[in-house]
């Protein structure tokens, strides 16, 4: 297994994988492969943080995406990143795929010089990667979440420290 950036060729497989991906999951608008395909547009999409996972044959089985946002509060903004969202081919899935893409993930945006990663996403999975509840950063999202469901990493020591606010999405993810 390979994990690279996407390019321009993959963007059918990728749109086809993300359908498939979510297609069963329950906590799911069935958009992601839509959404996907307006964050490439936006001022928010980072071409080498969009990363696909390819087998020996060439297809694509994984990919995963990281888009720009913000922190905002009264007086000041801060930039972050939202991951979302990561996409295993489910006979691929629970083979330590999309561990491999979160980490190559944080590797790279660290690389980059981004300081965290936001998300919303299932609270038994992401803590191994070693996510906290955004509530202990003083971080929280612009609508209703159950808490443990709100998570993020520092991608460096302090990367949200004297960081509160709330998360501002890009208006590609439709929300406010
Ligand atoms: C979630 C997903 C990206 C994980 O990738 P993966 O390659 O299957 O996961 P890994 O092999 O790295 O890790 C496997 C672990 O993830 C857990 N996991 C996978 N899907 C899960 C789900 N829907 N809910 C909770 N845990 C899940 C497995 O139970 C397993 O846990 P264990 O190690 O304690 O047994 C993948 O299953 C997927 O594409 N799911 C459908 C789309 C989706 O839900 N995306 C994430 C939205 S937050």
């Known amino acids: ?12 497989q990728v ?8 297609r069963d999951t329950e906590q799911s608008d ?24 390819e087998d020996e044959n060439g297809k694509i089985v994984g990919h995963i995406l990281f888009t720009k946002i913000q922190i905002v509060n009264d007086s000041e903004s ?12 489910p006979e691929f899935q629970n083979q330590g795929l999309g561990g491999q893409l979160i980490r190559e993930g944080h590797r790279i945006a660290k690389e980059l010089g981004y300081q965290s990663v936001i998300l919303i996403g299932y609270e038994k999975y992401y803590p191994r990667f070693g ?9 929280s999202f612009p ?6 469901n709100g998570m993020a990493i520092e991608l460096i020591k302090d990367g949200l420290k004297d960081k509160k606010g709330v998360v501002k999405y890009p208006k590609e993810f439709g929300i406010d």
Do not use: C, W
């Open 78 to 89: 801060f930039e972050s990143l939202a991951l979302a969202p990561v996409s295993v081919k």
């Open 131 to 139: 996510y906290e509840k955004t509530s202990n950063f003083g971080i």
């Open 15 to 22: 749109f086809e994988l993300t359908e498939e991906a979510f």
């Open 30 to 53: 069935h958009q992601e492969h839509f959404l996907v395909e307006k964050l490439r547009k936006s001022e928010a999409f980072i071409p080498e943080l969009s990363l696909v996972a």
């Open 1 to 12: 297994m390979t994990i690279r950036q996407e390019e321009k060729k993959d963007y059918q």
């Open 143 to 148: 609508f209703e979440i159950p808490e443990e």
